[in-house]
């Protein structure tokens, strides 16, 4: 059997209290195995991106179990939750969410010092290497393009050499040829590491070219099978 990757069990989670509560997920059940890649789509709303954010551990579910790479995440203390995603879970958002008065190698080797990577900034500059930007190392955000700061985020993420990618519209901030890149550098890196892809996006494009698409609606999984299935019933 394929070792998970992901697994999660009658997942639920609200967000807001008293009357703007709102019951974003409603008993979500997914498994992701080990190297695979999954295209989380849906409507704006769906809860596609809260799910994304439940995976990555940066928003604890109300109810059921949440399993990351064989660990449970419900037991876990603030501080050690931290630590598992920074060993386990590297994470691209839509904005690059870079510091501004750091530069491209500094922006991917501080996180590995805090995490006490011995070779931060060596490994840094590798990661820079890999996502084309070996000549870019000392720049500052502002000086880079959109494409630029997406491929030092994604640097970042990888950096730590996590299990998981985790990627919320990686490309919805950029022009669709960049984004092309960007994607293509996302799908050689995942396959080159053979680790877990997931990401949402709108773009049924990209979304196609992942293993496995899932559908996700009103806080639901409506589908969960690969688009090879999903041909050969029609």
């Not at 995976?55 to 064989?70: C, H, N, S, W, Y």
Request: glycine residues 12%; contains cysteine; aromatic residues 2%.
């Amino acid at each position: 059997m394929a070792e998970a990757a992901v697994r999660l069990r009658k997942v639920h989670l609200t967000l807001g209290s008293g009357r703007s509560a709102v019951h974003v997920l409603k008993g979500i059940d997914l498994d992701v195995t080990r190297g695979e890649s999954v295209g989380i789509v849906g409507p704006s709303g769906s809860g596609k991106s809260t799910l994304l954010m439940v995976l990555a551990g940066l928003e604890r579910a109300d109810e059921g179990l949440v399993e990351i790479a064989g660990q449970p995440l419900g037991g876990l203390s603030e501080d050690r939750l931290a630590a598992f995603r920074g060993r386990h879970v590297g994470i691209v958002f839509q904005s690059f969410h870079l510091i501004p008065n750091m530069t491209a190698l500094e922006n991917v080797a501080v996180p590995l010092e805090l995490a006490g990577v011995p070779d931060a900034f060596a490994r840094a500059e590798r990661e820079l290497g890999a996502v084309g930007l070996a000549a870019r190392v000392t720049h500052y955000p502002g000086e880079l393009s959109g494409g630029e700061q997406q491929r030092v985020a994604l640097a970042r993420a990888l950096a730590p050499e996590p299990d998981i990618l985790i990627a919320d519209e990686p490309t919805g901030n950029l022009d669709g040829e960049t984004g092309a890149q960007i994607a293509d550098l996302l799908f050689a890196e995942q396959a080159r590491r053979g680790m877990t892809l997931i990401l949402v996006t709108h773009d049924k494009t990209l979304a196609a070219r992942c293993g496995r698409e899932v559908a996700v609606r009103s806080g639901l999984i409506e589908n969960g099978v690969s688009p090879v299935v999903l041909e050969a019933a029609q």
